[in-house]
């Protein structure tokens, strides 16, 4: 945990300085910024491991900062707002955040949210790096003399998908730029072409079983993929939801 950065965007000083403090404790490194005006130029110009953001920002509001920050930058992002109706929560979700955290909160909820984000986080990297050495024995299986591609790329309907950079291009040549929650989904369905998966079964897949979500979350996730995917819920292509179950991942997937 030591070293883990974590980036505060909040215009209430005092919350700044009771976050801060309390995660400083915990043995993160923090930094914060009083708007979003700086935000993009810190993520690119500094290792962030996480972004605390809240809604409610002088000049760019967070749901804004959060959906432009997505078309660069896959940073897991919990976001803060005194709104706390479910809509709300989902909105925010749907723009990209990872979780959602509603004003008045505890500092230990935040801790345990804090961690439980990059938990996530982390599996997805050790998802990746298994893929990666299952792509390069497969090719060496295959083909023992010639030289390993250590990217794993996947190929499915008029799609391709490069892990490793986490770029989604369509045969037309146009990439599109996945949210943190839609690439461990589109990662686990291409995972498991085919199979049937229950909700539960993407919740522990996607999320880990120790995240708190809120009623419909894997639902709007699926939503949130299938437009990224241009997948029409009444003719997918893609994903079909198998009624009272969950979803199957119904297209043909190669590694390539």
Known sequence: MAGQHILVVDDDMEICRLVGNYLEKNGYQVTFLTDGSSLFDTVRQQKVDLVVLDWILPGNDGLNL?????NFSNVPVIMLSSKGEETDR????????????????????LLARVRSVIRRSKTTEEQLQQLH?????????????????????FRFGQWVFEVATRRLRSSKGEFVSLSG???????TFLNHP????????????????????????????VSRLRKQLRDDPQRPAYI????????????SVQVI
């Not at 959060?66 to 997505?70: D, G, T, Y």
């Not at 989902?90 to 990872?98: N, R, S, Y």
């Open 66 to 70: 959060c959906r432009l920050l997505r």
């Open 133 to 153: 050495m299952q792509h390069m024995q497969q090719q060496a299986d295959q083909n023992p003399t010639s030289e390993l591609d250590r990217e794993v790329i």
């Open 194 to 221: 085919n199979q049937v998966l229950s909700r539960d079964e993407l919740l522990d897949l996607t999320r880990g079983r120790e995240s708190e979500v809120v009623d419909r979350t894997i639902d709007m996730q």
């Open 181 to 187: 929650g839609e690439f461990a989904m589109l990662l």
């Open 240 to 251: 079909k939801t198998v009624r009272n179950t969950g979803y199957i991942f119904c297209a």
């Open 90 to 109: 989902i909105l925010g979700l749907e723009m990209g955040a990872d979780d959602y955290l509603a004003k008045p909160f505890s500092n230990r909820e």
